[in-house]
């Protein structure tokens, strides 16, 4: 059988299914490399802050390489101006944010809008008593994790209700026109006193596996094989053809 393998017309063939063979193979290696989508990696410049200013603009799209990024921001927090966020987990209670109208005032464009989540307290109470405070004193300078816009929700605002930190939502609800509104809002990293850090862990470094694209993966391997395997099938069927035709001729023979 080999002999009839070296023949010209049958290694064109052999050629034609390495080619084929070899084709199907990297597709199986991009399909497997699409497998794994790994989460963003924490390293030492995402934990190291950096302001603000140098990462996002006001009035755009908030980037990856914004997002999760801890940063520092100078402003004001303006008074009259303060939210209460119901039904927010804190270590798995759930309890209230007070979140602030910062006007920037380091940035590229001073006069930007940040929203600003100070801290959590399990009582609203608590969190009325800390705005009381901040309208009096309330800092200048933050340190935080920059975190991406929520989605608004069904809020009872008439009935005081509110329980998403979107932005385009406060900026319907601030009373002081903003000049431009980063599209993100801050976590700070020292909450006010009388509420306790809001929990931002950095982004996650888990990896999830695409099993579809696995399966994929092997299907290429699967049809690299079998394109070998039909050439030698196709020689092994030419040999026996072959040789039932001599036996053939030695029988009349």
């Given at each position: ?5 070296r ?8 050629l034609?299914c390495?080619a084929?063979?070899a ?5 199986g290696q ?7 989508d790994s989460?963003v990696?924490?390293?030492e410049?995402t934990e190291?802050p ?6 996002a603009?006001?009035?755009q799209?908030?980037t990856s390489a914004a ?6 921001v100078?402003g ?7 939210v209460?966020l ?8 759930s309890?209230f944010?007070?979140v602030g109208?910062?006007v ?9 809008s940040?929203?600003v989540a100070?801290g959590w307290?399990?009582?609203?109470d608590?969190a009325a008593s800390?705005i ?6 309330a800092?200048?300078?933050f ?7 929520e989605?608004p929700?069904e809020d009872?605002?008439e ?9 385009a939502?406060l900026?319907?609800?601030w ?5 431009g ?6 976590v700070?990293n020292?909450?006010p006193?009388?509420?306790e850090q809001?929990s ?6 888990e990896?999830s596996?695409?099993?579809l694209?696995?399966f994929?993966?092997v299907?290429w391997?699967?049809f ?7 050439w ?8 026996e053809?072959e040789q ?9 023979n």
């Amino acid at each position: 059988m080999w002999e009839l393998a070296r023949r010209p017309r049958w290694i064109a063939a052999l050629l034609l299914c390495l080619a084929i063979a070899a084709a199907f193979a990297a597709l199986g290696q991009w399909q497997l490399s699409r497998s794994i989508d790994s989460g963003v990696a924490v390293d030492e410049t995402t934990e190291t802050p950096v302001a603000l200013a140098r990462l996002a603009e006001p009035q755009q799209p908030l980037t990856s390489a914004a997002a999760g990024r801890l940063v520092t921001v100078e402003g004001t927090l303006l008074p009259d101006e303060y939210v209460v966020l119901s039904g927010r987990l804190n270590a798995g209670e759930s309890g209230f944010w007070v979140v602030g109208h910062l006007v920037e005032t380091d940035g590229a464009e001073p006069g930007a809008s940040l929203a600003v989540a100070l801290g959590w307290t399990s009582g609203a109470d608590a969190a009325a008593s800390v705005i009381s405070k901040l309208e009096d004193d309330a800092p200048t300078g933050f340190s935080g994790r920059y975190l991406p816009s929520e989605n608004p929700q069904e809020d009872d605002f008439e009935n005081g209700v509110q329980n998403s930190l979107s932005t385009a939502a406060l900026v319907n609800q601030w009373q002081t026109a903003p000049e431009g509104v980063y599209a993100g809002y801050l976590v700070t990293n020292a909450a006010p006193a009388g509420l306790e850090q809001i929990s931002a862990p950095a982004p996650s470094t888990e990896v999830s596996v695409n099993w579809l694209n696995i399966f994929y993966a092997v299907e290429w391997a699967v049809f690299a094989v079998f394109a070998v395997f039909l050439w030698f099938r196709l020689v092994k069927d030419a040999w026996e053809r072959e040789q039932e035709e001599l036996e053939e001729q030695l029988d009349v023979n």
